[in-house]
């Protein structure tokens, strides 16, 4: 378990910085003035929302980025994706993403939005449909040598047309997602042609094992993957973290037993378990 880290006073900065007017493409970078007399790790971080819900512009995530930056003491960059991006594009986003990491790791982006930046360590991190996105990026990350320090998946978004014995239990219970949304989330976003929720970038046990395979000993970058006990998800999460770790792969699982969908957005210490999550990403980023 973490020790509770305070988190870092001061002014913070935030700037959206365009990749891609035409596409839709931009990324608001969050940064603490106070800490610019050393170098930072860089948090890549893609947002939730089923690929078809919300913006990196929501209040939610905004608070949550300026939380993470503080905490962390870390430039935060949080990605804005067009709707239904996700999984409609599969490979043309990913690409995407995986060359603006690129990008950043050869110092070529927006200088100031990155000043102080320590480019040898970036992380990718993503929560629910952000976390499948931060997981994919991670993977081709590896499979074209591109050095990450780490991949940070809150609650990623699984699933499969076999219904799992959380989704069962929780399927109408979940207070932030149900059943009928995961399922219309999976319809709107599968690309075309996607006969079920059994495609490789709903159901990760098709494609995954062989594609950690092929790695070898390249490996991925460590990753820390957390899940809740009441979250419907749960049992595609647990199952994704013991195929990284079956294939060799440096894992750390977190399960908050009492933890439903989306518990670290909450914002306050009402929910315990949004203040330990923040201590253990902390933690992990400074192993």
């Given at each position: 378990?973490?020790?509770?880290?305070?988190?870092?006073r001061?002014?913070?900065?935030?700037r959206?910085?365009?990749?891609?007017?035409?596409?839709?493409l931009?990324?608001?970078?969050?940064?603490l003035e106070?800490?610019e007399?050393?170098t930072l790790?860089?948090?890549?971080f893609?947002?939730?929302?089923?690929?078809v819900?919300?913006?990196?512009?929501?209040?939610i995530f905004?608070?949550?980025?300026?939380?993470?930056?503080?905490?962390?003491?870390a430039?935060?960059?949080?990605?804005e994706?067009?709707p239904?991006?996700?999984a409609?594009a599969?490979?043309?986003?990913?690409?995407w993403?995986?060359?603006?990491?690129r990008?950043?790791?050869k110092s070529?982006?927006d200088?100031d939005?990155?000043?102080?930046?320590?480019?040898?360590?970036i992380?990718v991190?993503g929560d629910?449909?952000?976390?499948?996105?931060?997981?994919?990026?991670?993977?081709?990350?590896?499979?074209?040598?591109?050095?990450?320090a780490?991949?940070?998946?809150?609650?990623?978004?699984?699933?499969?047309?076999?219904?799992?014995e959380?989704e069962?239990?929780?399927?109408?219970?979940d207070?932030m997602?149900t059943?009928?949304?995961t399922?219309?989330?999976w319809?709107?976003a599968?690309?075309e042609g996607?006969v079920?929720?059994?495609?490789?970038f709903c159901?990760?046990?098709?494609?995954?094992?062989?594609d950690?395979?092929?790695?070898?000993?390249r490996?991925?970058?460590?990753?820390?993957?957390?899940?809740?006990g009441?979250?419907?998800?749960?049992?595609h999460q647990?199952?994704?973290?013991?195929?990284?770790?079956?294939?060799?792969?440096?894992?750390?699982?977190?399960d908050?037993?009492?933890?439903?969908?989306?518990?670290?957005?909450v914002g306050?210490?009402?929910?315990?378990?949004?203040?330990?999550?923040?201590?253990?990403v902390a933690?992990?980023l400074?192993e």
């Amino acid at each position: 378990m973490a020790l509770h880290q305070q988190a870092l006073r001061g002014s913070l900065r935030s700037r959206d910085v365009i990749l891609d007017k035409d596409r839709g493409l931009w990324v608001r970078v969050f940064r603490l003035e106070e800490l610019e007399n050393r170098t930072l790790p860089i948090v890549i971080f893609y947002h939730g929302g089923g690929f078809v819900y919300i913006s990196a512009a929501n209040a939610i995530f905004h608070r949550f980025c300026e939380a993470l930056s503080r905490k962390l003491g870390a430039i935060v960059g949080v990605c804005e994706l067009p709707p239904s991006s996700g999984a409609q594009a599969p490979g043309g986003l990913r690409r995407w993403l995986l060359n603006w990491v690129r990008e950043i790791a050869k110092s070529s982006s927006d200088q100031d939005a990155f000043a102080h930046a320590d480019f040898s360590k970036i992380f990718v991190m993503g929560d629910s449909a952000g976390g499948n996105l931060a997981a994919r990026v991670a993977l081709r990350a590896a499979q074209d040598g591109i050095p990450l320090a780490g991949q940070i998946l809150l609650q990623p978004f699984y699933g499969g047309t076999s219904r799992t014995e959380s989704e069962l239990r929780l399927g109408s219970s979940d207070p932030m997602i149900t059943l009928r949304i995961t399922d219309f989330c999976w319809l709107a976003a599968l690309p075309e042609g996607a006969v079920d929720r059994d495609h490789p970038f709903c159901n990760m046990t098709l494609e995954l094992p062989g594609d950690l395979a092929r790695l070898g000993a390249r490996g991925l970058a460590r990753a820390l993957v957390v899940v809740g006990g009441k979250d419907l998800l749960h049992d595609h999460q647990v199952e994704f973290a013991k195929i990284l770790e079956d294939a060799g792969n440096a894992v750390k699982l977190i399960d908050y037993e009492n933890a439903s969908h989306g518990f670290y957005l909450v914002g306050d210490d009402s929910c315990q378990e949004s203040v330990l999550v923040l201590d253990e990403v902390a933690s992990f980023l400074r192993e």
